[in-house]
């Protein structure tokens, strides 16, 4: 199972919005509404961020957001936040009965 | 308040064994699916493994198969991961977590215990 393709890196200024993009296939993002987004800062664990393409957890700011059409997956963070500077992985179910992560997407925050 | 505590990891040569141990408190325990995931140093996430509340369904990544086997006792609120025949790929931190969702969701995270694999 290849990962799910993410930009390398993306950035943007405070109180901006960005967009963090997520490709699968027909059988992972394409065929499921089990995408989900982690949060992960520097030497720590990751964060649930998104579950099931745009459920936000509890306590989850509603700054994020998650979306889905065909095979690509896509977070957008509105307002942006020095706090959210970290890096960000999707990941989707796959007919495997399996679990992708994609790559990691690196948010710099100007 | 939920907590996973990982431990087990170390130094082992390649083609030796380890077994990691994840500890869970704050949370009914056997109502839980639970996963392992992993990263190598300075690299992505890696699903690695999968397990449902009960311990009767075991789900594992292609390139774990056949060399790591979970398993969990409910009685003791502890999750493990045997490791066999290790490789120096198989070097990274590995976390354990807890699935919001089976195979889907992971809501809650240990620290991570890292294993290193060289002679």
């Known amino acids: 199972q290849s990962a799910l393709t993410q930009p390398a890196s993306v950035s943007g200024s405070p109180g901006q919005s960005i967009t963090i993009s997520c490709t699968g296939t027909?059988?992972?993002?394409?065929?499921?509404?089990?995408v989900s987004w982690y949060q992960q800062h520097p030497n720590k664990a990751p964060k649930l961020m998104i579950y099931?393409?745009?459920i936000r957890p509890s306590g989850v700011s509603n700054r994020f957001s998650g979306s889905k059409s065909g095979n690509t997956a896509s977070l957008t963070i509105s307002g942006l936040q020095a706090e959210d500077e970290a890096d960000y992985y999707c990941?989707?179910?796959?007919?495997?009965?399996?679990?992708?992560f994609g790559g990691g997407t690196k948010l710099t925050v100007l | 308040e939920v907590q996973l505590l990982e431990s087990g990891g170390g130094l082992v040569q390649p083609g030796g064994s380890l077994r990691l141990s994840c500890a869970a408190s704050?949370?009914?325990?056997?109502?839980?699916?639970m996963s392992w995931v992993r990263q190598a140093p300075g690299k992505g996430l890696e699903w690695v493994s999968a397990?449902?509340?009960?311990?009767?369904?075991?789900y594992y990544a292609d390139p774990m198969k056949g060399r790591f086997a979970i398993s969990r006792d409910n009685s003791k609120n502890m999750l493990y991961l045997q490791m066999n025949s290790l490789r120096a790929e198989d070097t990274a931190i590995y976390y354990c977590?807890?699935?919001?969702?089976?195979?889907?969701?992971?809501?809650?995270w240990g620290q991570g215990t890292m294993v290193t694999v060289s002679s």
């Open positions: 704050g949370f009914i325990f056997s109502n839980s699916g």
């Open positions: 977590a807890k699935d919001l969702k089976t195979i889907n969701a992971f809501d809650m």
């Open positions: 990941s989707s179910y796959t007919t495997s009965i399996t679990l992708v």
């Open positions: 099931d393409v745009n």
């Open positions: 397990i449902s509340g009960t311990g009767g369904s075991t």
């Open positions: 027909s059988s992972d993002v394409g065929g499921y509404d089990f």
